[in-house]
């Protein structure tokens, strides 16, 4: 009976229910793009740390964590190496880089990601071959990179950097391809051996080949993953002037990251608490504009339980039908958003997202459930003395 009365009432006042079903289905869409625009701002950071093949990262000491300004000889990673419970090591360099195309297409700037062959810090590769020897002009792409720059395996690349006050090229023969691991917000990754990663990356003066050989990682693979903090604190104990933590406290400490994140997710939040408001507000002026006819319901014999379940049943039923609308209608636009806008759609947190808004339909129309509970059916007649 009380089911019967909601969807009758839906059917008879179309047009009302239908707008506020739109009104959440827009709230959905909202959300929905919220988290997807802080899923694909933080992707765009920490993607490949996130998928880095080793547990552990070595970073200087005194830098905050910050990647950029950590500087590792190589020494270290031997050093690092003869730790028990280590498995292998690889210095990992970072810098940036420009692909210029030679058809007049628009140049595409990328990750210059210098890392070891075989070594952790090389990723696997989808289609292709890994890396060769530690000093080729090859190069591992990731999937971003194929996807905005229309780039494919075999294809010669031609990267341009700074080096001094001159603007120098080089070629790479594209070996293989990766899934997507971008950093920085770059729009997509290059990986090439390190020993020429060292010639080509940007630099105040040319090197010449003098020096000890530095990276701004050390990434650290481990016999026993599940090990890694008493691993972590050896290695700091062994190692002098390092600093060494897990991949998520890497990604964490980039600038800007926690912050954008928590901006975003406060977004979120108070959209979460809008949507409420606003649920709440239209039950709650359907509810006033029907006290006469629950009045009625009641002198006729209605119970309260009656009377609660119809209404929850049609606040249940619409919220459902607009975060249906909303998430169809996300995932349509979601088609034609070009690929360079940091927007990604992850399933756990899609579902998340539409679990939440489905909860606050019956959260926000509670208020407009108490009112129907307090009518009383002569008042709500005008027969009350």
Same mark, same amino acid.
């Given at each position: 009976?009380?089911?019967?009365?909601?969807?009758?009432?839906?059917? *008879?006042?179309?047009?009302?229910?239908?707008?506020?079903?739109?009104?959440?289905?827009?709230?959905?869409?909202?959300?929905l793009f919220i988290a997807a625009l802080a899923e694909g701002l933080g992707s765009?950071?920490?993607? *490949?740390?996130?998928?880095?093949?080793?547990?552990l990262i070595a970073i200087q000491e005194k830098v905050d964590l910050s990647v950029a300004a950590s500087q590792i000889g190589r020494s270290k990673m031997s050093e690092i190496r003869r730790i028990k419970g280590v498995s292998d090591v690889g210095q990992v360099g970072f810098a940036a880089g420009t692909i210029i195309f030679a058809d007049g297409r628009k140049s595409l700037d990328i990750a210059l990601v210098g890392v070891e062959p075989g070594h952790p810090g090389e990723p696997e590769v989808q289609t292709g071959r890994p890396l060769g020897r530690d000093r080729s002009s090859e190069a591992i792409v990731d999937a971003n990179v194929v996807t905005q720059g229309k780039v494919k395996l075999g294809d010669t690349i031609t990267i341009k950097v700074i080096q001094g006050t001159d603007e120098e090229l080089y070629d790479l023969k594209v070996i293989g391809i990766s899934d997507g691991r971008k950093y920085q917000l770059r729009p997509g990754s290059i990986f090439v051996p390190y020993l020429e990663w060292d010639k080509i990356r940007p630099q105040a003066t040319q090197n010449i080949?003098?020096?000890?050989?530095?990276?701004?990682?050390?990434?650290?693979?481990?016999?026993?993953?599940?090990? &890694?903090?008493n691993i972590a604190n050896t290695i700091q104990a062994n190692v002098s002037k390092i600093q060494v933590v897990d991949r998520k406290t890497a990604y964490e400490a980039f600038p800007g990251y926690s912050q954008q994140q928590s901006t975003l997710d406060t977004q979120r939040y108070f959209t979460f608490f809008i949507?409420?408001?606003?649920?709440?507000?239209?039950?709650?002026?359907?509810?006033?504009q029907k006290?006469?006819?629950?009045?009625?319901l009641?002198?006729?014999?209605?119970?309260?339980?009656t009377v609660v379940i119809a209404s929850l049943t049609q606040i249940i039923t619409i919220n459902a039908l607009g975060v249906l609308f909303g998430t169809l209608g996300t995932l349509a636009l979601a088609r034609a958003i070009p690929p360079n806008v940091p927007v990604v759609f992850v399933g756990q947190s899609v579902l998340t997202a539409i679990v939440?808004?489905?909860?606050?339909?019956?959260?926000?129309?509670?208020?407009?459930? &108490?009112?129907?509970?307090?009518?009383?059916?002569?008042?709500?007649?005008g027969l009350a003395q």
């Open positions: 009976m009380p089911v019967f009365l909601a969807i009758k009432e839906i059917s *008879y006042s179309k047009g009302r229910f239908l707008l506020i079903a739109l009104i959440v289905a827009l709230i959905t869409t909202l959300v765009g950071n920490r993607e *490949y740390i996130q998928k880095l093949n080793g547990e080949g003098q020096g000890e050989l530095v990276s701004n990682i050390i990434a650290i693979k481990l016999d026993d993953p599940s090990d &890694w903090k949507s409420v408001l606003v649920i709440g507000g239209f039950f709650q002026i359907q509810t006033l006290v006469a006819q629950v009045g009625m009641k002198a006729v014999g209605a119970s309260n339980f939440s808004l489905l909860m606050i339909g019956p959260v926000g129309g509670l208020v407009s459930v &108490w009112v129907l509970l307090k009518v009383e059916p002569l008042t709500a007649l």
